[in-house]
């Protein structure tokens, strides 16, 4: 049965559009059985141009319909269905992840400024850099020019004070060796020796808020700072750790740049059976504590590009190291704040997060 029916619309095929015309004609209260319908007579011609304009709208009409279907809808009209279930399509991006800048104190990178790898893959700044040891990633400092005298060599990071109390003998290496156990192990930030006379104070995570200031027989060598970096190209290109480190222009007071972590994959544009699954996944996300749920609910988090999530039923530790009664979430692309805040919202109340 063709048009509108209980199990869906079937539009008429041409060849039935053609019967019907030529039914319609040699009806008797048309023209009767005798009237020429043949394809060759004049009426056959015209029925030809009626029945393809006829056609169209039969096409228009079960396009209409298939729109209205998520696992047919294509291009737009999906995109208009995903965001009647709060979904856009996710579009296509670079890698990104953050590139350190290491110079003078108060160098400026400008925003698009291009870096490098080995494989000439380029990637650009999202924004502007100053480098400022009171918000930087990592300071190296080295000590001025020793005298055979007892003097206190002072770093102050982050509100915590450290001296080394020289003795006359000591060489500058005696001191960084010095400042370096009097720091010692700490939770926030490291100290370092990149060489015998210099030593390196940087943040554990990459952030830039570490501040730092110096006594004045130790000199600020560097600073080094922390920038968005995104690929110029879309798409999954990959950047290892330490690979982006060739400026393509030099810059005044710049030394160097690197990526301290690997680049986050980009993508290309969702195709249309991903943005469906998407959809799929959203409806399962009720909102409760199940592994479907929030697998669904860190899928939809933005940023995201996938998730798995597994869980512990047992009692005691399992083979990965989970804790009994737990789940685990791993997840591609997205920021940690996000995905935790995520994973929190999402899990069974009452319990207590690991």
Known sequence: MTGVSPTG????TFEDILTDLNEDAQLPENYGDKFPVTPDSAFGI?????????????????NTVDQQNRDKAEG????DLAALVGLTRLLAAGSTGFLAFTGSQSSVIPAQTPVKDSAENLVLTQSVLTLN??????????????????????LIIEGDSFTYTSAAADTQEDVINGLISAIGSQVR?????????????????TNNVLTTTNSDNITLDSVTSLV?????????????????KNLVQGITGIISVTNPEDFTLGREEETDPELRQRMSEREQNTGTATI?????????????????AVENTTFSVDADGRPPKSYEVYVEGGTDNNIAQTIL??????????
């Open 9 to 12: 619309f079937q539009p008429k």
């Open 133 to 154: 040891r009171s918000l930087c990633y990592a300071s190296t400092f080295s000590v001025n020019s020793r005298t055979p005298s007892v003097q206190d060599y002072t």
């Open 189 to 205: 930030y490291v100290a370092s020796k990149p060489t015998d006379t210099t030593i390196k104070v940087q943040y554990v995570t």
């Open 76 to 79: 737009k009209y999906l995109n």
């Open 345 to 354: 919202d999402t899990k069974p109340a009452g319990m207590e997060d690991y």
């Open 46 to 62: 015209l029925a030809n141009i009626f029945g393809a304009a006829l056609k169209d709208q039969w096409d228009l009409s079960a």
């Open 292 to 308: 479907p749920a929030i697998q669904a609910s860190v899928t939809n988090t933005v940023g995201v590009v996938s998730s798995y």
């Open 228 to 244: 968005q970096g995104t690929s110029v190209v879309t798409g999954a290109t990959v950047f290892a750790q330490n690979t982006l």
